[in-house]
């Protein structure tokens, strides 16, 4: 899990694009020694995402947000002409609870869906994209994040791993169901996307990655309604 880790901006204060914090060091979670914010709880993740989201994303329109991180759902739910709608299984923070694997809404709802790491708790994945997709109008967008172990090819999953604890050891986390591999651009390819993989981080360059706290493997995959 080395390679996870994120740079350290040492001799200097790092700071959280989410809330706008200034720190010495973010805290610690799990096996990541610099990872979550002392005010608003972002993990590297989230302080990844909202920086693409804010810099980069056409934010207008109708948009769903699954699995809602509250480190970002702050900045969405009021903001001008983005008409928001939260959705999650069970969490107090989403606006609706249902399951994404059969997303209630009629096709071509949505102008853009946002998915954060949850598609690795989601028993059928391949049907949770493939919802994603069907609710977006066509043309519209969607972001997708989820832990991609570094230097994987092929996708993990065992169903028959239910123990938390065998989980975490096999996918990282104990709700987790899988890990993925180099080929989870190519799911949401089979699910109707067109698909670009973006190594944010890496192209925000050291000094950013220092400075927000970022780990250099993730990637964000901006997936466009075919």
Excluded at 74 to 80: I, K, M
Excluded at 155 to 173: G, K, N, V
């Amino acid at each position: 899990m080395g390679a996870l880790r994120p740079l350290i901006w040492r001799g200097d204060r790092v700071e959280c694009p989410c809330c706008g914090g200034r720190f010495e060091r973010f805290l610690p979670y799990w096996n990541r020694d610099f990872c979550r914010c002392p005010r608003c709880d972002s993990h590297e993740r989230h302080r990844a995402l909202w920086l693409y989201l804010r810099d980069r994303a056409d934010l207008a329109g109708t948009l769903l947000h699954l699995a809602p991180e509250a480190a970002i759902a702050r900045h969405l739910r009021d903001r001008p002409g983005v008409d928001y709608v939260s959705a999650d299984l069970d969490s107090p923070l989403a606006m609706l609870h249902f399951d994404i694997q059969d997303i209630p809404f009629r096709d071509g709802t949505f102008d853009a869906v946002l998915c954060g790491h949850v598609l690795t708790e989601v028993p059928d994945d391949r049907k949770a994209m493939r919802e994603m997709a069907r609710v977006l109008r066509p043309g519209g967008w969607a972001i997708v994040m989820a832990a991609v172990e570094p230097g994987r090819a092929q996708t993990y999953e065992d169903p028959a791993i239910t123990d938390p604890e065998a989980r975490r050891a096999a996918f990282l986390e104990p709700n987790n169901v899988r890990v993925y591999g180099a080929d989870l651009a190519d799911r949401l390819r089979e699910a109707g996307f067109a698909v670009e993989v973006i190594p944010y981080p890496r192209q925000l360059g050291d000094d950013a990655i220092r400075r927000y706290g970022l780990l250099p493997a993730d990637e964000i995959y901006v997936c466009r309604r075919a």
